[in-house]
């Protein structure tokens, strides 16, 4: 082994106050204030709370291998019986198919009072989840209300790329969490904080030849962090309607950058964009991918390509070629290995395999492609402060034609040319452009996404029966998620559906598509129905919402820690002619309503109004914005509130004559 | 003559042997109501010895749609005593032609996990084949060698909704008429079969079986459907020998093979169970502080592996660690029974919201996956949940209510029959009263007393978050928009088993104004609103597990200067499936008293009773949403 040739010293920021002579928290031994610790004063509703817990990363030279190595240890205390399942303890660890990480000592002890039950080994058991992850599972012995329950343990892991970090906020809340990393100047992380709460300590020294291996002659400075946080809520899981909750939740991100490892060999992950750029053209496995334009020439129709039409025309075709050919596994899969002729021959793949496919054959017609990487809505929000490659998981095509940007993804079927599937409506992405730089782009959901329902109907108290047609035209991703319903579903379940979500007891008795009017954004549908069991009292109630757009008020929680997030904007128009029947005349029309949402964000109105013996009634919800600040929920909230009242209590009344 | 006569016979065993993959070949008749054309369906068993059992399964299943797709699934579990010997799969397009081959080493292994145990040492080899097309066709075959004869594969001629089967071939061959399996025939009346019989072999033929179309209230699915029942009167369970005629005898071997011993405790144990009934002379209140006892200091883990799958953990281990699973728990709890002096029997049950008895006549180890205890006293079983923290004694709720379980004595199994909730013991009793306010909101006070079921429904809330209770109420009562819990307590009387929740509660616009008028829905706070699904020809008959009753009484009080509009006139129905009334009455002029029962009762129904039902909750649900006008007029 070469002795080290240089040594990396980083320059580094000093935060907060110098290391102190912190006391060191010995296995076994409870502080004063933890077994004086009967309830959380500050969250009443925990039924369990880490009392402490820290995190040691740094490296260590075992066996003639460096490793990283994670040391971890806690304490929970169990506030009530519903915190019992805090007791159920879970170690994931990874493995590649040459080599894989070790958990070495778990401890763990249950403090009753003064009582102590320590787990014994052959109730640690070890299970593969996956191909990738394995995981050792125990539980606490003796837990009760009010254990105290303590464990330790260490993974070490010659995966470097495994130091990812640490999270401070989870499902219960923490009274102190901790985090250590030392780390050789010469392996380099790329680090973010997430979240909104502030770090109690935030330290960062450097400590001079801290670290070395057997038989070099130097030794490696090594910068010692220390991150703390006090009295962490708990972090509670929304409601519909929402981006990731990594966004959110406070923690710290590493992504390993670069690596000098001690023989002088250097790997570099990612850096600046520049490098990324670079690696894409040159040796990247994607990159290489994209240029099997000559591959794709040989194995598809000889006009889908060279074939008439405008680029537009042209790309059209494409597009829904790719889409017939391929079928989506389900998998992403952008940087594993990707096999496109495979998957191409297979007609099944990921999304990269998919649409590499379809960037390669817009190239290969002329029309100038590129790629753009992505994070989906449940992924998390890449960062864009420095390139995170691991935050993205998605890959889409990205073509200008005309003027006009359109960005695409072949691996659903409904999905009409030029939309994005909702689950990568999150804002940008970073096109890979190999000809010039990667850039972002903003992700801009089509409009407009309508729900309209159009209703003719007549009363008929004689028989106790409602009859009519109604009509529903959805445009945008309210018909793609038509589509889709209609494409997974039986006629049969999808009326099923229809019945379910009208106001009262609805038979459809016929359905049609009108495919003269539809394309491919928009869907209308066209329905005749009966309803029974009107009445034929003195005073008919009949309320003029046939269908509903909401069963219920989607926002519940009191209050709310992030935005709420539509997508995409989204309007619902009702319009609906009731026949006043013979015999009978309007008693009451329910009231007219103009709602709207702060800075003009949203729009509600409903109206009835009634003319030659009928009745109409018009009805039209707006939201003009696609994300709603926390601040903001209350207004959101009571919004659909009045939405949902509206629908289910607007009646009109009849009398009879 | 001879010779071509077998020759031709010959020729047509070759033919029909040969399949025909392409979905033309398909009879018309299979297709109807087909997510999936189960083309061949094929199980050959072979139990060799006591402990030696292989057995092959070929399975061809037409996928027609998406939901099709369950149907040809490749996954097989395995543990140490059952092996995989041989497992492929090969996929055909519509046509017939062979589209991909999937080898052994395709298929992924990984540990199985049913969800809630905290580790299993069963493992899956599966293989998820995305479909590229439909129709198309997986071909699916796999070889078990295993020494487990305690469970030999069931067989189900149809497996579910939504599927038909061509052919379908069950056989099972033996070395001697020791090994000779039982097969109990369960509505074969349905189907066209063959059965041959021969000294050493027994098979089951049966083809062109339609499918079943899935329909709700349906009676659960193994009622009706045709299958077979095996087992062997000699067998082998995870190294273990066994003989077993009837329920006592599988009682005998459980007690023996599986319990003996393990209800040993350590003699400090002993003697602490002693002190917490100390004074107490009667069985019955002893074994209420002992359950109690079990119920405070233990928690429910399921550990899984090899005969643990069926023996408890010992009781000793148990009072260490303080959890365990169904089994451990239960025996624990009876060995702290049994060192107090009462009497008390493990007992297997088959647990889910839905029945299902223990087959009198059919003793075997597939039947039951749950455990519970069996406390006799004074001619009667007291029947008690050791895996839950919560139940009051004596109460099992609808997780194992009314069903033939197999409770194991001393001297062997019996079938007895566990405690049933009746309609009238499923009870809700609403007593509301709700203020209407002049800005048209309501505020409201309700209490709810639950007993029997509806108890086992609600009582949970106890222990639930205020997130959770909050959310739950917005549920409960989603009639009611703009709901806001103000406050809430509970009572939770285990004695009586009676749940009482108090709860404060507004709702803003909850009347709303019709032009001059307005309008008031009268029922808030148990509005029913379940119709079930219509029909054009219902198939099956149907069933109503539980019945249950509600009473409900509410005080509504109208602002000053509101007057009522018409009332409506009181309804009063009366079905074979329950009954219904419902009416209003003036207190004075601001006050009005609403009044409602209903009673639905349990049965079996025949189809052609459906429409009458439907009708019957259709008007339940329509008297539920009556409105009555307010109005606002000056008075003189």
């Known amino acids: 082994m070469k002795s080290i040739r240089r040594i990396f010293v980083l320059s580094v920021l000093f935060h907060g106050t110098l290391l102190m002579g912190q006391k060191k928290v010995e296995f076994g031994l409870l502080s004063a204030s933890e077994q004086a610790f009967t309830t959380y004063a500050k969250d009443t509703t925990a039924h369990a709370v880490y009392l402490y817990e820290k995190g040691e990363n740094y490296f260590e030279v075992r066996g003639n291998y460096v490793w990283l190595i994670k040391k971890y240890h806690a304490k929970k205390k169990i506030l009530d019986k519903q915190g019992l399942d805090e007791a159920d303890i879970t170690i994931p660890y990874y493995r590649s198919d040459k080599s894989k990480e070790i958990v070495n000592d778990i401890r763990a002890l249950t403090h009753n009072g003064v009582v102590k039950h320590s787990l014994r080994k052959e109730n640690v058991y070890d299970t593969d989840v996956s191909e990738r992850w394995s995981v050792k599972k125990f539980t606490f012995p003796d837990v009760q209300e009010g254990s105290i329950l303590e464990y330790s343990y260490e993974i070490q892991s010659p995966f470097f790329f495994n130091l990812t970090g640490w999270k401070f906020q989870e499902a219960i809340p923490k009274v102190y969490t901790e985090y250590n990393a030392k780390i050789p100047g010469n392996y380099k992380y790329n680090r973010a904080l997430i979240g909104e709460i502030a770090l109690d300590v935030n330290e960062a020294t450097i400590k001079k030849s801290c670290f070395s291996i057997p038989r070099a002659t130097e030794s490696a400075d090594c910068e010692v962090l220390k991150y703390v946080m006090k009295d962490v809520p708990a972090f509670k899981e929304g409601e519909e309607y929402m981006l990731s909750p990594s966004n959110y939740r406070s923690s710290l991100e590493f992504e390993l950058s670069e690596l000098l490892r001690f023989d002088g060999t250097k790997e570099r992950y990612t850096k600046s964009w520049k490098d990324v750029d670079k690696e894409f053209k040159t040796d990247n496995d994607i990159g290489r991918q994209l240029k099997k334009v000559n591959f794709f020439e040989r194995n598809i129709p000889v006009d889908l390509i060279s074939g008439p039409g405008d680029p537009l025309e042209r790309a059209k075709r494409i597009y829904q070629f790719v889409k017939d050919h391929y079928v989506w596994n389900g998998k992403y899969g952008i940087f594993l290995d990707n096999r496109v002729k495979q998957a191409f021959d297979e007609h099944k793949g990921n999304v990269a395999e998919i649409n590499i496919t379809l960037i390669n054959l817009l190239n290969a017609a002329g029309i100038d492609t590129d790629m753009m990487v992505l994070s989906t809505r449940d992924n998390g929000l890449p960062k864009r402060s420095h390139p995170v490659m691991s935050d993205f998981n998605y890959l889409i095509a990205k073509t200008e034609i005309d003027g006009t940007t359109y960005l695409l993804d072949a691996t659903e079927k409904q999905l009409p040319f030029g939309m994005l599937p909702y689950r990568c409506l999150n804002y940008h992405g970073r096109v890979m452009d190999l000809d010039e730089e990667s850039y972002w782009y903003d992700i801009v959901p089509v409009e407009p996404n309508m729900k309209t329902v159009r209703i003719e109907m007549s009363l008929d108290p004689e028989n106790s029966l409602v009859s009519g047609n109604f009509q529903e035209i959805t445009t945008g991703y309210e018909a793609f998620f038509k589509r889709e319903r209609l494409a997974s579903l039986s006629e049969d379940e999808y009326l099923d559906k229809i019945e379910d979500s009208s106001n009262g007891d609805i038979f459809i008795k016929s359905y049609e598509v009108d495919s003269l009017q539809s394309d491919d954004r928009k869907l209308v549908e066209n329905f005749s129905f009966e309803m029974e069991g009107l009445g034929q009292n003195k005073n008919l109630f009949f309320n003029t919402f046939l269908i509903h757009f909401f069963k219920s008020n989607p926002f519940t929680s009191e209050t709310r820690n992030y935005p709420v997030d539509f997508g995409y904007l989204r309007s619902y128009m009702y319009y609906a002619n009731i026949k006043i029947p013979n015999g009978y005349k309007v008693k009451e029309l329910p009231k007219p309503i103009n709602l709207g949402l702060p800075e003009n964000s949203g729009v509600m109105r409903f109206n009835c109004s009634e003319s030659q013996g009928q009745v109409m009634v018009q009805f039209s919800l707006q939201l003009r914005s696609t994300q709603y600040t926390s601040a903001g929920y209350a207004y959101v909230k009571e919004f659909f509130e009045n939405a949902v009242t509206t629908q289910n209590n607007s009646y009109l009344v009849l009398e009879k004559e | ?636």
Not at chain 2, 309 to 332: H, M, R
Not at chain 2, 388 to 403: C, E, K, L, N, V
Not at chain 2, 606 to 625: G, Q, T, W
């Open chain 2, 1 to 636: 003559m001879r010779f071509l006569a077998i020759l031709s016979a010959l020729l047509w065993c070759s033919f029909s042997f040969s399949q025909d993959y392409s979905i033309s070949s398909i009879p018309k008749e299979l297709l109807e109501n087909a997510d999936a054309v189960i083309r061949l369906d094929q199980l050959d068993i072979q139990v060799n010895s006591i402990n030696q059992m292989t057995y092959q399964v070929k399975q061809i299943v037409t996928v027609l749609n998406k939901s099709g797709d369950e149907h040809a699934t490749a996954r097989v579990f395995y543990d140490d005593d059952k092996k995989i010997k041989k497992i492929e799969a090969t996929i055909y397009d519509a046509f017939g032609n062979e589209l991909e081959q999937i080898k052994k080493r395709d298929f992924k292994d990984i540990a199985a996990a049913d969800g809630f145990s905290l580790y299993l040492d069963d493992r899956l080899l599966y293989h998820d084949y995305v479909p590229v097309q439909y129709p198309h066709t997986v071909e699916f075959t796999y070889e078990i060698e295993t020494s487990d004869t305690g469970m030999i594969p069931q067989w189900y001629f149809v497996s579910g909704y939504g599927v038909s089967v061509q052919k379908s071939s069950y056989t099972i061959t033996y070395p001697s008429p020791d090994l000779k399996p039982i097969i109990k025939e369960e509505n074969l009346q349905e189907i066209d079969f063959q059965k041959e019989e021969s000294p050493t072999m027994v098979s089951y033929t049966s083809s062109s079986i339609p499918a079943f179309a899935e329909e709700g209230l349906s009676p659960p699915f193994q009622t009706f459907s045709p299958r077979l029942s095996v087992r062997l009167t000699k067998f082998h369970y995870k190294g273990i020998d066994a003989e077993v005629t009837d329920w006592k005898g599988l009682g005998e071997w459980i007690q023996n093979e599986l319990l003996s011993g393990r209800d040993q405790l350590e003699e400090s144990t002993i003697s602490k169970a002693r002190d917490l009934v100390k004074g107490i002379d009667d069985d019955l209140e002893k074994a209420k502080v002992i359950y109690k006892y079990v119920q405070d200091n233990t928690r429910y883990i399921s550990v899984q592996i090899g005969i643990g799958g069926l023996q408890p953990i010992s009781a000793i281990e148990v009072d260490k660690v303080k959890y365990g699973d169904c089994k451990g728990l239960t025996n624990y709890t009876k060995a702290l029974l049994g060192a107090v002096g009462v009497q008390s029997y493990y007992t297997v049950v088959e647990s889910g919201r839905t029945k299902v008895d223990f087959e009198a006549d059919f003793p075997d180890l597939l039947q039951g996956n749950h455990v519970i205890l069996a406390i006799p006293y004074k001619d009667q079983y007291y029947w008690v949940d050791c895996t839950s923290q919560i139940h009051p004694f004596g109460f099992i709720g609808d997780f194992t209510d009314d069903r033939m379980v197999l409770v194991v004595t001393p001297d062997g199994g019996e079938l007895v029959r566990t405690a049933s909730y009746l309609d009238n013991d499923n009870a809700q009793y609403i007593k509301a009263n709700y203020k209407i306010l002049d800005n048209l909101s309501i505020d409201a006070q309700v209490a709810i007393e639950t007993k029997g079921t509806q108890y086992d429904n609600r009582f949970v809330l106890e222990r639930s978050s205020k997130d959770d209770i909050n959310k739950y109420y917005k549920d409960f009562w989603d009639n009611v928009n703009g709901l806001e819990v103000k406050d809430y307590s509970f009572k939770n009387d285990k004695e009586e088993v009676s749940f009482t929740e108090t709860v404060n509660l507004s709702a803003r616009n909850y009347v709303s104004k019709n032009g001059n008028d307005y309008l008031l829905i009268l029922n808030a706070f148990n509005n029913n609103t379940y119709v079930p699904p219509r029909y054009r020809t219902r198939k099956l008959p149907f069933t109503v597990q539980r019945g249950f009753y509600d009473q409900d009484e509410t005080l509504i009080e109208i602002p000053e200067n509101f007057q009522f509009g018409e009332l409506p006139e009181k309804v009063n129905l009366e079905t074979e499936f329950g009954s219904y009334g419902a009416g209003v009455e003036k207190k004075n002029d601001r006050e009005l008293v609403y009044k409602r029962t209903l009673l639905l009762k349990a049965g079996e129904y025949p189809k052609e009773s459906y429409d009458e039902f439907r009708s019957f909750l259709r008007s339940v649900a329509k008297m539920d949403n009556q409105k009555i006008l307010l109005k606002n007029e000056p008075q003189d």
